[in-house]
């Protein structure tokens, strides 16, 4: 994701024609060596092995936190700190707790705050999150989400990182993309039931300490009834990223391996000439054309991270955050913990009690 991020702000200026013109003025990393590297490979003007010495340069102005969810707090709150813009990977942090410290950090310093849910910044997504908002496909009934990869479906492959620690499990991971999109497409959850599991309980003989997979049943505060199901083990499945939204006037499909169309259903005209149709996404979609003239021809996943990248710098300019805010990452991180409960109450959580 450093990466991701690096590119973009190099490239946002001239993609989005942004009065705010980034620098890369310094990267850090665990050690002076690996920071050297990334500097020269990305084109920062400087490194450092202490993220501490970036926070407090003066020559930085904004902070990208792209690094482990344990590390979230702690930079946030030296940058808070400072007033100094923070922009962080998802999940906030690596527990509710920290999330809430990180929300109270930054809104008590007044500091520019975003979190990075770039999923949803697909012009197909955009787009459909306007055509639900207007009513085209009328009152929500149901929502089904999933965000399903297979990097961890091979029961054989060793343990890494992400087999220790809630944050680097499939709740913690890949969860809160789906939870994210559930909120933005339909609006707030007030209660779940969940189930979570560990389908490989070891990896090279290594126990592993957090979850594979997980299903959450919901009801959103709108009446909608809802499913989001997440998985790392989904054999087959490299970017699942999924939803289906049925309304009293019609329906929308999204799949992120297809990332450039959408599909929409109108309950209207004869029914047997009634049926989804595919929208492919161009110039009139939002976000599209400053990547592209051509319908069609599409966008791609590090042009999802240049939009987030002219949010932010929008943020900035405007001196107020944009969505999605910690304030909006903490939302799902309560929703994550909420599932948590449940799972271990074997029981409905409402989502005000978290």
Known sequence: MGKAHAVAFSAVGAVFDTTLRPRLEMVAASSETSAAK????????????????????????????????????????????????????????????????????VEAAGAINMIGFNYIRTPASQFARALIAQGEIGNVTWFRGE?????????????????????????????????????????????????????????????????DQGQIMCRFTNGAMG??????????????YIYEVTGTKGAIRFDQEDQNALWLYKA????????????????????????CQGPGHGTGYQDQIIIEARDFLAAIEAGESRWPTFRDGLDVSGIVEAARQSHAARAWQDIEQI
């Not at 997440?230 to 499945?237: I, M, V």
């Open 38 to 105: 990334y500097a020269k490979s990305y084109g920062f003007a400087r490194s450092t092995g202490d993220w501490r010495v970036l926070v407090k340069d003066a020559n930085v102005d904004a902070i990208v936190i792209a690094s482990p969810p344990e590390t979230h707090l702690d930079i946030t709150r030296a940058a808070a700190a400072l007033g100094k813009p923070v922009f962080c990977e998802k999940p906030l942090g690596r527990s509710v707790q920290d999330g809430k410290a990180m929300v109270d950090s």
């Open 147 to 211: 965000h399903t990869e297979d990097f961890y479906a091979e029961p054989d492959a060793p343990a890494t990182w992400r087999a220790q620690g809630d944050a680097n499990g499939c709740m913690g991971d890949l969860a809160p993309h789906m939870i994210n999109a559930a909120l933005a497409l339909i609006g707030p959850i007030g209660s779940v039931m969940a189930e979570i599991e560990t389908v490989h309980k070891t990896r090279g003989g290594a126990p592993v300490t957090n979850d």
């Open 227 to 240: 499913h989001l199901f997440f998985s790392r083990t989904a054999t087959g499945r490299k970017m699942g």
């Open 268 to 291: 209207e005209g004869p029914e047997a000439q009634r049926g989804f149709r595919k929208i492919l996404t161009g110039p009139a979609h939002p976000d599209y054309e400053p990547f």
